[in-house]
């Protein structure tokens, strides 16, 4: 098992997996921060983290087929979902603001903002 906020320390080191990118740009209309871009490539499966209890990072095809998965329309809510903690909630990027929220897919509530990921850790 591997621990996020390691991971997190090294996302200078991290290659952005640009035709990723480019599709999850192309769906929400929006240009990612290089931060969340390196994010988003540090797998493209499934990772599960031991920083918490059921914290694991979404895979690709997760993040992009999230609407049809979760039953939840992300994109036009402009939230990426990137990681899931269990109990229906979820790490997202939110493209209005550039914050990072919790989400609850049951309620579709945002709550928890914060300026970056490791607040959640």
Known sequence: MMKLKEQLEKINDVQINEAFVNQVEGLYNKKIPDD???????????????????????????????????????????????????????????????????FNIVEEVKFKKAACISMYL
């Open 36 to 102: 969340v871009k390196k994010i988003i490539s540090i797998s493209s499966e499934t990772v599960f983290y031991d920083d918490r209890p059921l914290l694991r990072g979404l895979s690709n095809s997760e993040i992009i087929n999230a609407k049809d998965d979760l039953d939840v329309d992300f994109v036009s809510m402009l939230l990426l979902p990137i990681f899931d903690l269990g109990d229906n909630d979820f790490v997202t990027f939110d493209f209005s603001d550039n914050s990072w929220f919790l």
